[in-house]
């Protein structure tokens, strides 16, 4: 059978397939990069930037190294497992991937070109008050024994000084050939739990377009709690990288009236989407820990989609 005569479904999948992996790759690839040379830091100079005490000061930290990370959503989650073995707290950890998808300097760029800058500094601005309330809350559910701490947390010494220790550790490494050929191959090695829901979620989402018609966001997703709703139903089956959800997104505001469905819609695939999930799961080891993320994030989300629905209507 020749590639003209396949079914549309199929046509429509392997299409869909080849798209999100030629839309995505750079994001993966920079993610790897990002875990190899975050796997020759010292655990200390980590926490260090993080800030090793928990509460606001921390989770702030995390919030804004979440923003000024320009990745993709995959290339994010390969970093912030990093960031979880390096001895982050599960509220840093969160707190950092929940800002960090779409708040980039790049989408944020595309974002005022298709909505306007008012809209656009909304939507950081209460994506990144969702992120450092949800940091809160999990370290303080970590706190209560609700959820398991990071058994990689660490403390740094009284005397730890970051500039003097780097500038020592640099001196005494001895950056080779074989020195950058390792820490690569450490990053491929360390990225294969990512790569492989990645590579799911990818299938899913190919799956999904091929059956679901573009035609019906347009139609069913308006500025209402029935389109509300649909949208996070949408927003949770449908994988789509930061660079596929900015214009859907801004499609929802635009056109369909709806900038409450447009914000849900972003922050929804980073609360529910189920690569995230079973990522965290994989990295923490517990189910519990990766199901308190849309628990605790999806009636943030809903609360100001609603509100901002309202407003616009």
């Known amino acids: 059978m020749s590639p003209h005569t396949l079914p549309s479904g199929t046509k429509i999948l392997s299409s869909s397939i080849f798209e999100l992996i030629n839309t995505m790759w750079w994001g993966v690839a920079i993610g790897i990069v990002l875990v190899a040379i975050l796997s020759k830091i010292p655990r200390e100079f980590v926490m260090s930037i993080l800030g090793n005490k928990r509460g606001f000061n921390g989770i702030m930290r995390a919030t804004a190294a979440g923003f000024l990370l320009d990745l993709c959503s995959h290339g994010i989650l390969m970093v912030g497992a990093k960031l979880y073995e390096r001895g982050a707290s599960i509220g840093q950890v969160m707190a950092f991937l929940i800002a960090s998808p779409w708040n980039s300097f790049s989408l944020t760029l595309i974002l005022i070109a298709l909505i306007g800058l008012p809209w656009t500094l909304a939507f950081i601005g209460l994506s990144m008050l969702i992120a450092i309330i949800s940091g809160l809350l999990f370290d303080f559910l970590v706190k209560r024994g609700v959820l398991p701490d990071n058994p990689s947390t660490i403390e ?158």
Do not use: H
């Open 156 to 313: 740094l010494p009284a005397n730890f000084r970051f500039w003097e220790e780097a500038k020592n550790r640099l001196a005494a490494t001895n950056f080779t050939l074989g020195f950058f050929r390792s820490m690569l191959i450490t990053g491929f090695g360390e990225s294969r739990m990512v790569l492989r829901w990645v590579l799911f979620g990818v299938l899913l989402a190919g799956l999904v377009r091929a059956f679901v018609s573009p035609e019906q966001f347009g139609t069913y997703f308006g500025p209402t709690l029935a389109g509300l709703g649909l949208t996070v139903l949408v927003a949770t089956i449908l994988e789509v990288c930061s660079e596929g959800s900015t214009p859907i997104a801004a499609d929802l505001l635009t056109r369909a009236g709806a900038p409450g469905n447009s914000f849900a819609f972003l922050m929804t695939g980073v609360a529910t989407d189920y690569t995230e999930i079973m990522i965290l799961k994989d990295t923490t080891k517990s189910w519990k820990v990766a199901l308190f993320l849309p628990l605790l994030t999806v009636p943030q989300v809903l609360t100001v989609a609603w509100l901002m629905n309202g407003v616009a209507v």
